[in-house]
């Protein structure tokens, strides 16, 4: 639990940041809540040589009403994004996911932006965003970018961001109808087992999938069968397809893939109903 | 004797505040990562990420050219320090095979963690990354992971001087038991395992040496609950005069047995600091504990009892196996043995017979872990009560009520052929059935049945009996325990009326210096505050058996408590002097001695306690001081019991399972401090929940552990427990004049039958009689398919990478 040794530097902005890891490129690494990255250095299984702390630029931590859209700060910390009046009246499902993130002591710490950049397919809000279809603002020295959620999440904490990138912004729409995030752990702490998120908007229904295979995931047959008509309980049975789930000790592949098709069900049910 | 006894109690049974925890919850007390010396050195241990290897070559040269690297050493190495190999100090069959255990494996590495070398250097973290740069070349071998497939025909031998991986069985028999199951209208039987645990205290091993001071003498700093235990053995590891072993333990950090043992880092760092000169030290990685210190349980059991068709027990029989792990540590053989007598639980019979085979396989060694032995026991005892009350179609209360020992006040003997102490199992199930509102619950679980409600209800029953005090030494002896059970104390009385007590027993987090002050207090008639309480430094407590097994009171505050009579004696021929009357006209209440009938001529035991130290005008012959040392070696054990009521609920289509009401009601005699006795029951059920529900040490086919972090090992929060309810009786133990019996262990031997019974009982209209523990989501998930005629893959064979989330991290071979 003793990290290999490294480098530390600390960004003053967000110009600065970029800086530094155009100096120091593929041998750095990000540092923003810390709560992923450490843990893997202190295993020993991720050894930057150089750590960029970004955790300080406070310019990065907000949550705006912009127009459609609400816009995130990447620092923003699971905390503040759950107790965000603006996301509880607009997007609700993203201030309640970030309420089931970990403990207090994570929430606090660790961020939205860090929570998308690691690519962790055991992760809750990745799914939201895949769910609402967000957009994800990343800027390099080079100028800046919006990616759409569906284009980033690429395999097992690989993403569509670029070593030099910064993701600045997350983007999600105002919810014109209910939503769901159910997500099933043992522990209070626990990442999700399995975790379904299902949110109606502009008339249709999405289903994203947490922790049902390398990548957060939208349940497409279920999104297909919702749309030519099926009630909840049917579209739920669809959950599975096409799903690679891990086994590990907390639950086999084939318990992960029941667990799917009822929490699927029950957030379809509950979306329905709000 | 017993002068004391009936002195009015100021202090005792009442609500003292815990002396220690202000420095405790401030962060002021010493544990041992606060302890730090000039020159200090760290030590890394390299540990073998394979269960079973020979290891070809160590080669230290990377690793001892690093910056900051002062030695790096191989088994083959420091070979030469070791006199003798860890020790076992239970062997409890003549024939039992013990195994040499080096500190630091020379041949072959048996689990993973098994530690193959050693690297010193200025800092933590070069020590942290010169174990990384120790090149050790292995032959991986087959592995034996199951202890079933371990005692196989030509199953891989974990020890290639033995005839097999069956260490030792051992036997009782008490009555015809073939008659008895013969000639019996019912028969149960069932098998259960009883999963593998890692112990997790919140502080983590360390190890501080600080080597040849200047009378050649070593002391060592340890993270333990046995500083005694360590000196005397250690000495013997080491080679070294026991005179000059000082061994002290700084504050601990929680233990629950995982600190009651002998373990290579303790060897290793005397050993090391003995070669360099320098104070050395070492603190575990919380990985680093997952795989090297010792866990829990892990023991199959067969258990079968033979009653009437009314459901009367008549005889109990005990199959188990025990898996030891890949070596013998301090007390491994001998964990089963102290559940042994206890398979008839709160009942009696005619015939006992138990059985146990020790069993090695290439996992970590176990070892004592909160309850030992006797969780076992009562897990078996009191899931097999709900499987005959089952079979019967009878309430799991009334075949309990039908089979209860009837109370007594006497020490009686029991099937198994032990003499509990006393008892009284209605009276605290009366009271809990009532806490708990038994008919509304299960009113409200009828009703849930008849709407097929997807959460359904279960109720679960415990109604348990353990075996504490920790023990006769001559019982000690004819179990073939290497040492004695008694303890000691010292009551020294200073000229100024306060009070110094030194106390044989080592607290970890327990309390045992606010008990012994309140002892005290009411006894000499001194002032709590007054009270100064020592303890964990072989130096300043030469005598001592430590703490574990729930001991310290039962067998430490009693010899106490007789230090204290033995003070009180001599202050009565000092008083009587002084007062010049004999001392049958004496009379002594709560630290005072007054003349009969004379109230105002008096002398407390604070004045006397001055005129010892002046010694101007002392009876003839008396010397001078007042000074007292006790040993105490109990007659019996004490047996708590009590019954814990759980009620869950079960998510039918996911497997999920909470605790939702709960219910202790413990008797563990006389209480000293309600508030520690609470503390130790809340502690124990969340300890036994775990146990039941959640936590599992899960190895893969190659004997990687797969549950090897916080993440992956699901030690439950206070999130996931309901808020318990308890309560208490109070049978006063006959063995000893406190009437006190011991609670350390009480939570974790009953709670997880509770939990157990109540998840079966809710699923038992599905038709699932059975499972086993932890009863997580997915194994319920898994029963309830099952008893559906859905087939289920079957689990364990299927768990292989691990997911992500942090779970993700968990190194197979843990090397981290
Ligand atoms: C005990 C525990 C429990 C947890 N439980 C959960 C849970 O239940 N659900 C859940 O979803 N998560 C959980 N987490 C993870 C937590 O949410 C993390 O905080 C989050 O995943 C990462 O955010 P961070 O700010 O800590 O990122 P860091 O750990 O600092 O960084 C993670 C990765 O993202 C990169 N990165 C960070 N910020 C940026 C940025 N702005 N631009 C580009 N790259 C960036 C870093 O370089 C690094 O590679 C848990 C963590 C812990 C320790």
Not at chain 1, 43 to 68: E, M, Q
Not at chain 2, 211 to 240: C, D, R, W
Not at chain 2, 387 to 410: C, G, M, T, V, Y
Not at chain 2, 477 to 498: E, F, M, N, Q, V
Request: glycine residues 10%; charged residues 20%; contains cysteine.
């Amino acid at each position: 639990m003793i990290p290999a040794s490294f480098e530390y530097e600390r960004a003053d902005s967000s110009d600065h940041a970029l800086e530094l890891l155009d100096r120091h490129g593929e041998e750095a690494k990000l540092l923003a809540g810390g709560h992923s990255l450490l843990p893997m250095m202190r295993l020993r299984l991720a050894t930057p040589a150089v750590l960029i702390d970004v955790g300080r630029l406070t310019d990065l931590s907000y949550v705006r009403d912009d127009g459609d859209a609400i816009a995130i700060g990447a620092l923003t910390c699971h905390e503040d994004i759950k107790d965000s009046d603006v996301l509880k009246q607009h997007c609700g499902i993203v201030a309640h996911t970030a309420g089931e993130v970990g403990d207090p002591q994570v929430r606090h710490l660790g961020t939205i932006g860090g929570s998308i950049a690691h690519g962790d397919p055991a992760s809750d809000l990745p799914t939201v965003m895949l769910a609402l279809d967000a957009q994800f603002v990343v800027r390099s020295s080079g100028g800046g970018r919006t990616l759409a959620a569906s284009n980033f999440f690429s395999g097992l904490f690989e993403t569509a961001l670029e070593p030099t990138n910064l993701l600045t912004e997350v983007r999600v729409p105002k919810l014109s109808g209910g939503w769901s995030y159910q997500k099933f752990h043992h522990r209070a702490q626990d990442w999700a087992i399995v975790g379904v998120a299902a949110v109606q908007h502009n008339g249709g229904a999405a289903v994203a999938l947490t922790n049902m295979s390398d990548v957060p995931m939208r349940a497409a047959g279920v999104e297909q069968a919702l749309a030519s008509g099926s009630d909840a309980a049917t579209a739920a049975t669809e959950a599975a397809q096409n799903t690679s789930p891990p086994s590990d000790p907390f639950g086999s592949a084939e318990y992960r893939r029941d667990l799917a098709k009822v929490l699927t069900r029950r957030a379809l049910q509950e979306a329905m109903s709000s | 004797m017993a002068q004391v006894a009936d002195t009015a109690q100021k202090y005792m049974g009442g609500g003292v505040l815990r002396k220690e925890d202000p420095e405790l919850l401030t962060g002021r007390a010493r544990y041992i990562d606060d302890i730090s010396m000039p020159g200090m050195l760290w030590v890394g241990i390299v540990r073998s990420p394979f269960a079973h290897a020979t290891i070809n070559t160590v080669d230290t040269s990377r690793a001892a050219n690093l910056p900051g690297v002062r030695a790096a050493y191989s088994g083959a190495d420091l070979a030469s320090e070791w006199a003798d190999g860890l020790p076992c100090a239970w062997p409890v069959t003549e024939d039992i095979k013990i195994p040499k255990h080096w500190p630091v494996a020379q041949d072959k590495a048996r689990f993973a963690g098994d530690p193959v070398a050693v690297v010193v250097a200025e800092t933590r973290a070069q020590a942290a990354d010169a174990t990384e740069a120790v090149d050790v070349d292995y032959d991986p071998l087959d592995v034996v992971i199951d202890m079933e497939a371990a005692l196989g025909d030509g199953a891989t031998k974990v020890h290639d001087e033995f005839d097999s991986n069956s260490c030792y069985v051992w036997n009782l028999e008490v009555g015809d038991v073939d008659d008895v199951f013969n000639n019996a209208a019912v028969v149960v039987k069932e098998r259960y395992y009883h999963p593998r645990l890692i112990p997790n205290a919140i502080e983590p091993r360390g190890v501080v040496c600080q080597p040849n001071l200047p009378q050649g003498e070593f002391i060592l700093y340890s993270a333990t609950q046995v500083p005694h235990i360590l000196k005397t053995t250690l000495a013997l590891t080491l080679g070294m005069p026991e005179q000059k072993l000082r061994v002290i333990a700084p504050e601990v950090g929680g233990g629950f047995g995982s600190k009651l043992n002998v373990y290579a880092e303790e060897a290793i760092c005397v050993a090391v600091g003995r070669r360099l000169g320098m104070p050395v030290k070492w603190i575990e990685e919380r990985s680093e504990g997952y795989l090297a210190t010792i866990h829990g349980r892990d023991v199959i059991q067969e258990m079968e009892v033979a009653a009437d068709s009314d459901g009367k027990l008549a005889g109990v029989r005990a199959n188990l196996k025990a898996d030891m792990g890949a070596y013998l540590q301090l007390v491994t053989p001998g964990i089963p043995i102290l559940g042994a007598f206890l398979y008839h639980g709160v009942y009696d019979c005619q015939a006992y017979s138990f059985t146990c085979t020790g069993v090695f396989t290439n996992k970590t060694p176990t070892d004592a872990y909160r309850g030992a032995g006797r969780p076992e026991a009562t897990y078996a005892v009191e899931r097999i009560m709900d499987s005959l009350a089952r079979k019967l179609e009878k309430d799991p209360i009334e075949i309990r009520r039908l089979n209860f020992i009837e109370p007594f006040n006497e020490a009686r003997e029991v099937a198994s052929g032990l003499s509990f102490d006393s008892g009284n199992y209605e009276a605290s199930l009366d009271k809990a059935l009532e806490a708990f509102g038994y008919d509304e619950m299960r009113a409200e679980q009828q009703r849930r049945r008849d709407s097929g409600d997807t959460k359904q209800l279960g109720i679960g029953i415990s109604t348990y009996i353990e075996m504490c005090g920790l023990a006769p030494s001559q019982v000690l002896g004819s179990l073939r325990y290497a040492a004695g059970g008694w303890d000691a104390a010292t009551i020294r009385c200073h000229p100024t009326g306060k009070v110094t007590v030194v106390t044989g027993t080592s607290p970890h987090g327990q309390g045992h210096v606010t008990s012994w002050s309140q002892i005290v207090a009411d006894e000499l008639g001194v002032a709590f505050e007054d009270v100064e309480v020592l303890h964990g430094d072989t130096a300043i407590s030469p005598l001592g058996m430590d703490t574990y097994g729930s001991r310290s009171l039962s067998v430490g505050g009693i010899a106490l408590h007789y230090a204290a009579d033995k003070i009180i004696t001599k202050a009565k021929t000092i008083a009587a002097h002084e007062l010049e009357v004999s001392e049958e006209d004496l009379e002594y209440d709560g630290g005072i001695f007054s003349v009969k009938g004379a109230p105002d001529k008096s002398k407390t035991v604070a004045e006397i306690a001055f005129s010892a130290w002046t010694a101007h005008n002392l009876p003839e012959g008396t010397e001078p001081g007042l000074e007292a040392t006790y040993v105490f070696d109990p007659p019996n054990f004490t047996f708590p019991s009590g019954a814990h009521l759980c009620a869950v609920e079960v998510d039918t289509e996911t497997g999920m399972t909470r605790v939702e009401k709960y219910v202790a009601v413990d008797d563990c005699g006389n209480v000293i401090n309600p508030a520690i006795v609470e503390g130790q029951v809340h502690g124990g059920i969340a300890q036994g929940i775990a146990e039941a529900m959640y936590e599992e040490a899960v190895y893969d086919d190659n004997g990687v552990l797969m549950t090897s972090s916080m993440a992956s090992y699901r030690v439950p929060s206070a999130a996931e427990l309901p808020s318990f309810q308890t309560d208490r009786t109070e049978t006063p133990s006959t063995t000893n004049p406190l009437g006190v019996k011991g609670i350390g262990e009480a939570g974790t031997i009953a709670a997880p039958p509770a939990v157990v019974n109540a998840t079966l009982d809710a699923l038992a209209p599905m038709g699932v009689y059975h499972m086993d523990m932890p009863v997580s989501p997915e194994r319920v998930w898994a029963a309830i398919r099952n008893a559906r005629g859905q087939e289920v893959e079957s689990r364990g064979k299927d768990t292989t990478a691990a997911g992500s989330g942090l779970g993700s991290a968990d190194t197979p071979g843990g090397d981290a």
